[in-house]
């Protein structure tokens, strides 16, 4: 199972240039020369045709999407790009989670089925809407939710999935969708880590009722803050797009003033134009991705006690974060001295999400007058007792993740991280 020291050494010259020697060889935590030095590619990126565009939105003065184009512009362009009937730029993701809730309906006192392994704002929107975020554990291997998990967490109440497809590579939509189907359920896709990313040959955020995307700053398509809500069924759009503009009329939505109850969630011109522009780079950046993402998975499957993030069959990933799990029984180091190690070869890196369930928002909610209000007190008990997942847990404390700009430069770079990860590895002894 180990791979030998040979083997290792062998995949560390062969792959990744050459065996550190002298100095080198010596962990930069113990005083050697560190790996790395350069920082790596800065994020985001911007361009000269942004510059322009948002410059000449700015001496219009048109910068909210009913004096200008350019929103709807990037609405169209979206929806092409991923194969979809329509998108619907909104502030941020978080909105864009929360406008799909309410369009399909699902709030008070429903519950939805939601991976605990996400970014707080999947908790945060189920909350928002007063209804109960009830976790799947997740899969160790896929970081995902586990699909084996979902149908015992469904009860009368529950109205929808929420996955989530994490760190940008898919959750498994074929299970998803059948016990969606099955149970009557919709779908609301969180796609906020996972533009581009793809579900047997379809674009994620494309395969449930709704998907839901981020355009903030540290994500592959950003502008600061923004997000959009993507979807097939005109009726559904129609009712988002007068939602999101205070309850307008829209398509499918007549009426005179104000025919159903809505609220502000526009998104401005000048932001939808600096999207127009990091749109133009997204497929290159996602390719690089890709390729450096397999790359590192190549030498690190024979480095013993780190395992890559696993991507489904039939699913391909965009690699928002690279992450892997440090086993620390076969690694030899406990995780915390790993990426303190790394760190000190000049690799950044976290140790990603930890377990958001203990951290005091589900007391709040739960002993908040609307959820008392809207859920039965034995249901809120027994909702408390269920909060146990020892496979989320056993993850939060093995992950680690490299951001997505460490993978946006050259060959070389992840050399340096795989070059960093084995000599760490190599002297394994000297560092515990
Ligand atoms: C970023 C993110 C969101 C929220 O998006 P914002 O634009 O920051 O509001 C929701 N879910 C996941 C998984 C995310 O990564």
């Known amino acids: 199972m180990a791979a030998s020291a040979g083997g290792l050494a062998m995949a560390y010259s062969a792959q990744a240039g050459a065996i550190l020697t002298g100095e080198a060889s010596k962990p930069a935590l113990l005083g050697g020369r560190p ?10 990126v911007w361009d000269a045709s942004a510059e322009e565009h948002v410059l000449s ?5 048109n910068w909210f999407r009913g004096s200008g184009e350019t929103v709807t512009q990037f609405e169209k362009a979206y929806a092409e790009l991923l194969g979809a009937r329509r998108a619907l730029c909104v502030v941020n993701g978080t909105n864009a989670l929360l406008t ?16 605990p392994y996400t970014f707080i704002a999947t908790y945060n929107v189920v909350f928002q809407s007063c ?15 586990d699909p084996d998990k979902i149908e015992a967490r469904i009860t009368e109440r529950t109205r929808a999935i929420m996955p989530v497809h994490i760190l940008g590579q898919p959750a498994n939509m074929d299970r998803i969708m059948a016990i969606a189907r099955k149970h009557n359920l919709v779908v609301i896709e969180d796609a906020c880590q996972a533009w ?11 395969i449930g009722d709704l998907g ?9 398509l950003p502008c600061g803050e923004g997000g959009a809500v993507v979807g097939n069924d005109d009726g559904v759009m129609d009712r988002a797009q007068s939602f999101h503009n205070c309850g307008r009329p829209y398509g499918s939505v007549k009426g005179r003033g104000y025919p159903i109850i809505g609220t502000n969630r526009r998104m401005t011109e000048y932001q939808a134009a600096i999207l127009l522009s990091q749109m133009k780079r997204l497929e290159a950046d996602t390719a690089k991705r890709r390729e450096h993402a397999a790359y590192l998975d190549s030498i690190l499957k024979d480095v013993p006690g780190i395992l890559p993030q696993k991507v489904y069959e039939g699913g391909r ?11 620390q029984e076969a690694l030899g180091l406990s995780r915390g001295r790993f990426m303190e190690a790394l760190r000190a070869e000049g690799i950044p890196c976290s140790s990603g999400y930890g377990p958001q369930y203990r951290d005091g928002l589900i007391e709040d909610a739960i002993n908040s007058k609307n959820f008392k209000r809207s859920f039965p007190a034995a249901r809120l008990k027994s ?8 496979e989320n847990d056993r993850l939060c404390a093995e992950a680690v993740w490299l951001t997505q700009n460490l993978l946006l430069g050259t060959k070389q770079d992840i050399d340096d991280i795989a070059n960093a990860i084995i000599k760490i590895y190599e002297n394994r002894g000297k560092l515990a």
Request: proline share 8%.
């Open 383 to 390: 909702y408390r007792e269920e909060l146990v997942y020892p």
């Open 196 to 206: 581009l990313g793809e579900w047997r040959g379809r674009k994620l955020g494309t």
């Open 317 to 327: 990933g965009v690699y928002h974060l690279y992450a892997f799990r440090v086993k």
């Open 131 to 145: 209804a109960l975020p009830v976790f799947a554990d997740t899969d160790p291997e896929t970081m995902q939710i």
């Open 57 to 61: 939105i700015l001496r219009s003065g």
């Open 100 to 115: 799909a809730m309410h369009v399909l309906d699902v709030g008070v006192g429903d519950e939805v089925i939601v991976p």
């Open 35 to 44: 790996v790395r030095t350069k920082p790596f590619p800065q994020w985001p």
């Open 212 to 220: 839901c995307f981020s355009f903030q700053n540290s994500k592959h």
